[in-house]
């Protein structure tokens, strides 16, 4: 069993910037990848970031590429994502995942363990 936890959620306007943590407990050495997603209300949730557990390979969502970034001190089993130029359609809650499994893939039904999720709301 792998334990996620997240934090960093909070209001912010437009253009502003959020740094997410997501902090691992349990058996995480049987997992391979991780990934952020949000999930605005009304809407399917939605592959944000994914990285190798190394940090050796990332992959981000065409609306996020180049205004996200995930890193992790992986010594400490926590996984971060830094969000700049935030804008509305940004809004949501945010949830880390990791999956048993490499390459980092897109595809929730994919993850093993999930964070129960903090939320994020960017007004203009």
């Known amino acids: 069993q792998v334990q996620l936890v997240e934090s960093g959620g909070g209001s912010v306007q437009v253009g502003g910037s959020l740094r997410l943590s997501c902090t691992a407990s349990g058996r995480v050495l049987g997992s391979y990848s991780a990934g952020w997603f949000r999930q605005a209300q009304g809407k399917e949730r939605e592959f944000v970031a994914g990285t190798s557990w190394s940090g050796a390979t990332t992959y981000y969502s065409d609306s996020t590429k180049g205004r996200f970034a995930i890193s992790g001190d992986w010594a400490k089993r926590t996984m971060f994502l830094q969000m700049n130029s935030l804008k509305p359609d940004d809004t949501g809650v945010y949830s880390c995942?990791?999956?048993?499994?490499?390459?980092?893939?897109?595809?929730?039904?994919?993850?093993?363990?999930w964070g129960q999720g903090t939320q994020v709301t960017v007004s203009s």
């Open positions: 995942a990791t999956a048993q499994r490499l390459p980092p893939t897109k595809q929730a039904r994919e993850y093993d363990y």
